[in-house]
Nanobody, 122 residues
């Protein structure tokens, strides 16, 4: 049975850093792409970043460019999100997803994790 699980969320002051991890288990193959999304209370879900397993091609939302970095484990279906220079507006539930195709802030064939909370205070 396939499963996606995030970890690494928490509370941090503005300007601080956090590193989120995501592990996708139960797959018998390398997933095509993995992505991070976030959703703040009262707002729509936003695509933050994605990465393709085949060529490390990445995408970042404009709101996180230059501050967040997505990376992956070359062996396992695992992905990470290094978040630096965090701002209060980054506060949200962060979700990891595996997908058959990622484009921009969208994903097709997604399997979602339960999410991990990130809270940035002033």
């Amino acid at each position: 049975q396939v499963h996606v699980e995030e970890s690494g969320g928490g509370s941090v002051q503005a300007g601080g850093s956090l590193r989120l991890s995501c592990a996708a288990s139960g797959y018998t193959y390398r997933v095509n792409c993995m992505a991070w999304f976030r959703q703040a209370p009262g707002k729509e879900r936003e695509g933050v970043a994605h990465i393709y397993s085949s060529d490390n091609n990445t995408y970042y939302a404009d709101s996180v460019k230059g501050r967040f970095t997505i990376s992956q484990d070359n062996v396992e279906n695992s992905v990470y999100l290094q978040m630096n220079s965090l701002k209060p507006e980054d506060t949200a539930m962060y979700y990891c997803a595996t997908g058959s195709y990622c484009f921009g802030s969208s994903i097709i064939g997604a399997l979602w994790g339960q999410g991990t909370q990130v809270t940035v205070s002033t």
